[in-house]
Nanobody
Framework: QLVESGGGFVPPGGSLRLSCAVS????????MGWYRQTPGKERELVAT?????????????NYADSVKGRFAISRDNNKNTVDLQMNGMTGDVTGVYYC?????????????WGQGTQVTIPS
């Protein structure tokens, strides 16, 4: 229900845009985001955006300190997508990037994860 695209190899200092296609109803989602995982480490938050702002595009955003000022998360309710624009990339952002969504349904908290897309910045 979440499908990522846009991963690949990027030279240091380069840019890349990840996109997540969402088949879950956008109007039922609470928060969407991107997480990164590297071998031997836990999955960590990169950026999130809230969905219930009354806008098709806006929302409250949150970023890991390491990517503030370089990465930007955005959403488009018309296209059912959530994107992550990554600029000024360095080797420390290499990893598998996972799209994430959550919602509340009948009192239950439900989480969704994509399959992941690899992003590699040669060091």
């Amino acid at each position: 229900q979440l499908v990522e695209s846009g991963g690949g190899f990027v030279p240091p200092g380069g840019s890349l845009r990840l996109s997540c296609a969402v088949s879950i109803s956008f109007h039922s989602i609470n928060t969407m985001g991107w997480y990164r995982q590297t071998p031997g480490k836990e999955r960590e938050l990169v950026a999130t955006i809230t969905m219930n702002s009354g806008s098709n595009y806006g929302g409250t955003t949150n970023y890991a300190d390491s990517v503030k000022g370089r990465f930007a998360i955005s959403r488009d309710n018309n296209k059912n997508t959530v994107d992550l624009q990554m600029n000024g990339m360095t080797g420390d952002v290499t990893g598998v990037y996972y799209c994430y969504a959550d919602k509340y349904s009948n009192g239950r908290h439900i989480e969704y994860w994509g399959q992941g897309t690899q992003v590699t910045i040669p060091s």
